[in-house]
Every structure is written in C-alpha cells, then in structure tokens.
C-alpha cells in the first residue's frame, strides 16, 4: 500500500542538539511539506517542496532545516536554534494543487 | 491573509444524535477546501474536497457542503467510532504553493 511514512514515533532532544525527524513517501508525489501541530493551534507551516533539490520556508520556518535530495524523502532537521520544539510534527504530500495532502503519522518530540 | 475558524471547538452526541460542524473561512481565491479526520496520537485522514459553493460531497454518515463564507459537516446519526477530531483547511490560488490553512479542529465525542 502506497502511503508516507514518519519515524520515529517519538523523539527526545536535549538542549544544544540537533535532531532528524524522516519522512518518505511512495505515492509519487511531488510536493511534500512539514507542519507542525500544537494543542489547541491549528497544524502550521514549516518547510515545502514542490520538486527535487527545491525547498521554500513555510510560515514558520526559524530554527528548523530541510532537504530534498530524492522524490521520496523530505527529511527535518530541528536545531538548537528552535527554542520551543515540543509538539507532533507532520509531513504530507501531494500531487498538485487543488489536491488533497496526504498525512503521515507523525513524529513526537519532546525535550529532555 | 487566509483565515479558517471552526465551531463549536468539541461536541458530545448521544449515538443516533445528528448535529452539524461549522468551518467558516476567509481567503483570497479559494482553491479548495479540505476536511480531515483525525484520531488521538495519528496523523489526519482526507475525508472530503470541495471545490466551489453548493458542490456537496457524502461518505457513509458524513456530508459536506460549502457556501462562499463557510462550510458543514453533517453527522448523521453518529456511531461511538465517529470520535475524533474533525480538521476543516483552505487552500488559496495565490502564493505558497499549495499550503493549507487550517482551522483548530472540532473534538466530536459520541457515547453510547
């Protein structure tokens, strides 16, 4: 089954690290994203791309980095320049606009 | 800038109890809006696109519909496993690839 897939489940960071969250997808997709969800905040933007070797800031990009260097992955960095990474981290893709993005499982991170 | 609030923020339905959830929305050129279920600990799982106003989409005990200002979710006769909460998202025509606005999510519980 054609899905994305988001490891690990969950994550711990300690202060001044940096930390990788995966994502890889075999739907084919172009485009693929990161948000990240809050409690009681709707999911937000952090990084897109739209085409390999290709990557735009969402809404709230500071403190986190990305690459696409294959169709099928879009990994996240988390620096240590997040002050606040505690919060369920979600990728998506799709095909084109107009289209619905299709959701990983997420990843938990939380600060030890 | 593109605006998505969803009502009431939780709801409690007795198994059988129809009710309704709201999804108003602003945005500049509507692409399409989205609405998404999504389970304690899991990512959101597509329900439904709508693509212009009075375009009506049905699934099992679920339907929705849209105007030019906002958009229902219908329940039908609500079953326990109807529990989750309901993401309602926009996306505009203009700017940010295909980003998705979301709303904060409405918590539906249904009992026995």
């Known amino acids: 089954d054609g899905g994305i897939t988001q490891s690990p489940k969950y994550l711990f960071r300690k202060e001044g690290q940096n930390v990788t969250l995966s994502c890889e997808q075999n739907?084919?997709?172009?485009?693929m994203y990161w948000y990240r969800q809050d409690p009681g905040q709707g999911l937000r933007l952090i990084y897109y791309s739209q085409i390999v070797n290709d990557f735009q800031k969402g809404d709230i990009a500071e403190g986190y980095s990305v690459s696409r260097e294959k169709k099928e992955s879009f990994p996240l960095t988390v620096t240590s320049a997040q002050k606040n990474p505690t919060a369920f981290y979600l990728c998506?893709?799709?095909?084109?606009?107009?289209?619905?993005?299709?959701f990983g499982d997420g990843t938990r991170l939380s600060i030890l | 800038e593109d605006q998505v609030t969803q009502s009431p923020e939780a709801l409690r339905l007795q198994e059988g109890e129809s009710s309704s959830l709201n999804c108003s929305y602003t945005?500049?050129?509507?692409?399409?809006l989205f609405w998404y279920r999504q389970d304690p600990g899991k990512g959101p799982e597509f329900l439904f696109t709508l693509y212009s106003a009075g375009e009506e989409k049905e699934k099992e005990r679920l339907k929705a519909t849209l105007t030019k200002k906002e958009s229902f979710l219908h329940i039908t006769a609500p079953k326990p496993e109807d529990s989750a909460t309901y993401l309602c998202?926009?996306?505009?025509?203009?700017?940010?690839?295909?980003?998705?606005?979301f709303g904060t999510g409405t918590q539906l519980k249904v009992e026995l």
């Open positions: 998506a893709s799709d095909i084109q606009g107009g289209q619905p993005q299709h």
């Open positions: 998202a926009v996306q505009a025509f203009t700017g940010g690839g295909n980003k998705l606005t």
């Open positions: 739907l084919n997709h172009d485009a």
């Open positions: 945005v500049s050129g509507l692409r399409g």
